[in-house]
Each structure stands twice: as structure tokens, then as C-alpha cells.
């Protein structure tokens, strides 16, 4: 891998050509395909076209628009040769992992500034431009990037889409937080329809994946076979006060926004909506319908969900990374049949909302959410104290069942990235468990919330971001990644920089790849 410690050795025209058409993917790959020539070659296995040839390249592009000074910024063409220039003359300074030292860590984020994000950065680094941050740009002037910036953190997930890759900014030597095409795993409609089809690929192999006992049967409202079968089973539910159903606004939702229970009165307007079906096909707004867990594992009588971390840490090449979170408890005890959205959905988000409505005191409010946000070891202990569990549980069995979802999921999406060497993306998965103890995959959410709604909330988040910062300046700079990493809450679910099945960590045997 060609890192920032090797950037002094190029000459200038060699490091801009590089930026357009560096890839290491070939010979990796061929190593893979003598490992596995019994194996169907697809998904992180298939042949890799350099990224800029890519049909993710040509979306890419259709979907972009550049030179509009988005985030403020003037959009320069030359700025690649500014940055390796920059490099070249001021090499950087390691400690004794590797990593470079904190002059050399200059950030560009866009989060805002009293963000836990913007902490970790400034403990950990510079932040080129303060100022220009989500909320305040309207006010400020046209600027340019800095040449010295070697990592963009934004939450902003288009700052790509307004600014060209390899020109304007994201260089050789540079790091950037948001995959391109990461919107098909994480929009909820093509989400569940690249779990069909990536299916279909185990139709002879159901015990290595069954799509519906990965996630709740769905259905897409805008597709009109699907929007069909939604209304069949609704106009012949004899029992709709029981929630069966849920729907999900399939895009650009966060904190449970468009969120509905499906109960006797919603379902009535849904049908209506849709005017019995003949709507179906015509009416383009886009929701899902999914199954609704109806025997979820309670915790002293509240239903709960987990708020877990994956990090995709490289594309190419492939590293994905699992982090431990929190649960996230329901205030109210659980009841099928209630219409209150606190008894079913488990975002915090929700819960702030609720605290703010009835003008909650400062020490309710933490009591509340303290007591919303359960830890793993906490939840460990009330398992064993029901006696539901033994032994070490979570390490046994919760965590590589989580991480073995995380693989599927980015299987199953993969060939949507952009297979771009400096990209990286830092995942809120959700998962629940049912009463048997099943583990279902809930869903995908890109630039998860990070507040310190709790003092050990902070200190998870403060840690994942601090994490995940060290780990990419590693594989930017050529560090020790596996000796950094051993120093993280970070586990390894994918390592594409190892040999055959190796790189599977123990999750997939050759037969399910």
C-alpha cells in the first residue's frame, strides 16, 4: 500500500497520476482466486476494475455537480498538486507507533463545534477551518481547502458530490469518511432488495443465508407487485389492533422520522392512501412495509434494540471493523397491541422528544436516559440473572452473530462502493432479538449520532471516534495497523490484506462464500 511516508519519493506528475489511477486490487485478487478455485467468484472476490473505470465511477459522476462552492468552498483544479507539494515539504514526524504526530493530523470537518466529534479532533489534531461548519456557512465567505488537510471527517454525506475526487479534493494521501454509493445499502427500499437478491446467490445454500431470518420480511411501496402484497395482507388481517406491520419512510430518515406503527387506524389510512391497491405502481413516495417482530426479548418488561458500530475501515483493501455500542431501552413496558410509539420504538432520539415535551427536570432527564442506554455488561448480567444465559454469552455467541451479519451486509452492497483506496465510513448498525434468541438485522444509518446524552455514552462515543481517527492515519501512513488496532474496542470482521480463509476471521466457511 503507498502511503504518506512514500509521497516524498514521487515526482509531482507521478503523485497527480497516481490519484486518478491507483489501485492494488489485481494481485490481491489473484491470490484470493488460487485459494478459493472451488468457489464462485463474486461479491469482495470478484476482479476489481481500477476505481476510476468502475460503473460506480460513471454514477458517481452522473449523480455529482461541481464548481457551485459548496460548503463555501472554491472548487480548485490544481489543489492535488498543492497538497502533494505540501507533503513533500513538510514531511511528517511519528510516534512510536507510527502514527503521525499531531501537527500532521489536520482535520476538515464540518460538524459542529460544540460536537463530541470536534472534541476528539482537537485533542487529537487540527481542524483546517473552524469555522466552516454545518449551520453557520450562510454567513461566511468563499474560501479554498488547505493544503495541509489530510483527512476530511464530515457529517455532511455529500460533500463528494460537490467536489470532485482526485481533483478537488480527496488526493493521494488524503482520507475521506463517506464511500460513494453507500446509499444502497442504507436506503431502506434497496436495502431490503439487495437482500433478495444476494439470497437468490444462496438458493442452494439456505443454511449459509436466509435473507427473511437476516431481516424482517419487506416490502416496497413503490415497487406495485410488492405495494400489492401489502394490501392483501392488510384488507385480510382479522386481527389489526395486534401490530404486526410496520412502516419506514425508505430514505434519508434518521432518529425513527416517518417511523409508523401499523394498527387498525393507520392501516384503514394506508389502504385509503392507496385507494385499495389501484395507487400501487403509480404513487411514487418512497416506504416500506416490514414485518414486525412480534416476540421481542424484553428487559424488565421493555423492549430494547442494540445500537452496534462498523467500521469499514479500507475498500481496497477490504478491512471491516466491529465496534461494541449500547442498548437502548423503551421507556414504557412492551404491549402488541399499544398504540403509543414509545412502547415500540427504542430511539433516543424519541425519548429526548418525549423529555422536552413534558418539560423534564435536569436530574429526570439524565435518570431517564441513564436508564435508557443499557451497556453490553449490563445486559450480560441481567441475562444470567434470569437465568435466560450462561457462561461468557456475549463474547460466545452476541458478538460473532453481529459481526456475521455486518459481513453479509456488506457482501450484499459491495458492489455498489466505490472502490476508492482512501475512503472509510464509520456505521450505526441496528440489531433486536426475539424471544428465541434469534438476532435480527434491523437496519443501517450513515453518520450516527454522537452526543453525550450520558457520561458513559461520551466516553463510548469519545473512544469509537478517537479509534477510528488512529486507525485510518495508520493505514494513511504505513503504521503498524494491527498493533494499533490490538490497543481499540475494535474487532475484526473482514481483513482482505490476509491469505484465503484467513481474512474471514472464522465467520464464513468456504462453502458460504
Not at 83 to 100: C, K, S, T, V, W
Not at 129 to 141: A, C, D, N, Q, V
Not at 219 to 239: H, I, P, R, T, Y
Request: charged share 25%.
Amino acid at each position: 500500500m503507498i502511503t504518506l511516508k512514500h509521497i516524498g519519493s514521487f515526482v509531482l506528475t507521478t503523485s497527480f497520476i497516481l490519484c486518478y489511477l491507483y489501485s492494488p486490487t489485481l494481485p490481491f485478487q489473484r491470490s484470493l482466486f488460487s485459494s478459493f478455485s472451488s468457489t464462485k467468484i463474486r461479491y469482495e472476490n470478484a476482479q476489481k476494475l481500477p476505481y476510476l473505470l468502475s460503473p460506480a465511477w460513471d454514477e458517481y459522476l452522473g449523480r455529482s455537480t461541481f464548481y457551485i462552492n459548496d460548503h463555501k468552498i472554491i472548487d480548485e483544479d490544481s489543489y492535488c498538486k498543492k497538497f502533494a507539494e505540501y507533503q513533500q515539504n513538510h514531511p511528517a514526524n511519528f510516534d512510536q507507533l507510527g502514527l503521525p504526530n499531531k501537527v500532521s493530523r489536520v482535520v476538515y470537518s464540518d460538524y459542529y463545534s460544540n460536537n463530541l466529534v470536534k472534541d476528539v479532533i482537537r485533542e487529537t489534531g487540527y481542524l483546517a477551518l473552524p469555522e466552516y461548519t454545518m449551520g453557520s456557512l450562510r454567513e461566511l465567505p468563499l474560501t479554498h481547502l488547505p493544503a495541509d488537510i489530510t483527512m476530511f471527517f464530515h457529517k455532511s454525506m455529500e460533500f463528494h458530490l460537490f467536489h470532485k475526487i482526485g481533483v478537488h479534493f480527496l488526493c493521494l494521501g488524503q482520507r475521506y469518511n463517506h464511500i460513494p454509493g453507500h446509499e444502497h445499502m442504507v436506503n431502506k427500499d434497496e436495502e431490503a432488495q439487495n437482500n433478495k437478491n444476494y439470497g437468490e446467490y444462496y438458493m442452494d445454500r439456505p443454511h449459509c443465508f436466509d435473507p427473511w431470518k437476516f431481516m424482517p420480511y419487506t416490502l416496497d411501496l413503490s415497487n406495485k407487485e410488492q405495494c400489492l402484497e401489502v394490501m392483501d395482507f392488510l384488507k385480510s388481517d382479522n386481527s389489526p389492533d395486534v401490530v404486526k406491520w410496520i412502516k419506514k419512510k425508505a430514505r434519508g430518515s434518521h432518529n425513527a422520522e416517518g417511523v409508523e406503527i401499523l394498527n387498525r387506524k393507520t392501516i384503514s389510512k394506508l389502504i385509503e392512501n392507496y385507494n385499495n391497491g389501484e395507487l400501487c405502481g403509480i404513487k411514487e413516495e418512497k416506504y416500506i412495509v416490514q414485518k414486525y417482530i412480534p416476540d421481542p426479548l424484553l428487559v424488565k418488561g421493555r423492549k430494547f434494540d442494540f445500537r452496534v458500530y462498523m467500521l469499514i475501515a479500507s475498500l481496497d483493501p477490504l478491512i471491516i471493523l466491529y465496534h461494541d455500542g449500547f442498548l437502548r431501552v423503551s421507556m414504557n413496558t412492551y404491549d402488541q397491541t399499544s398504540t403509543e410509539s414509545n412502547v415500540h420504538i427504542t430511539n433516543t432520539a424519541l425519548v429526548k422528544e418525549y423529555l422536552d415535551k413534558i418539560n423534564a427536570s435536569e436530574d429526570q432527564y439524565e435518570e431517564v436516559m441513564k436508564d435508557q442506554m443499557w451497556t453490553f455488561q449490563q445486559f450480560l448480567s441481567y441475562m444470567q440473572e434470569q437465568g435466560i444465559v450462561e457462561g461468557d454469552w456475549i463474547n460466545d455467541y452476541v458478538r460473532p452473530t453481529m459481526k456475521l451479519k455486518m459481513l453479509h451486509l456488506v457482501r450484499m452492497n459491495i458492489e455498489k462502493f466505490l472502490w476508492h483506496p482512501g475512503v472509510f465510513e464509520l456505521y450505526g448498525v441496528d440489531f433486536m432479538f426475539d424471544s428465541k434468541l434469534h438476532l435480527w438485522f434491523l437496519e443501517v444509518n450513515r453518520s450516527p449520532a454522537m452526543m453525550a446524552t450520558t457520561e458513559e455514552k461520551g466516553r463510548i462515543q469519545s473512544k469509537l471516534i478517537k479509534d477510528t481517527l488512529d486507525l485510518e492515519y495508520a493505514l494513511n501512513y504505513g503504521a503498524d495497523f494491527d498493533k494499533i488496532l490490538a490497543g481499540t474496542g475494535f474487532l475484526k470482521v473482514y481483513d482482505g490484506r490476509l491469505e484465503g480463509m484467513d481474512r474471514y476471521q472464522g465467520l464464513l466457511t468456504e462453502e458460504c462464500i
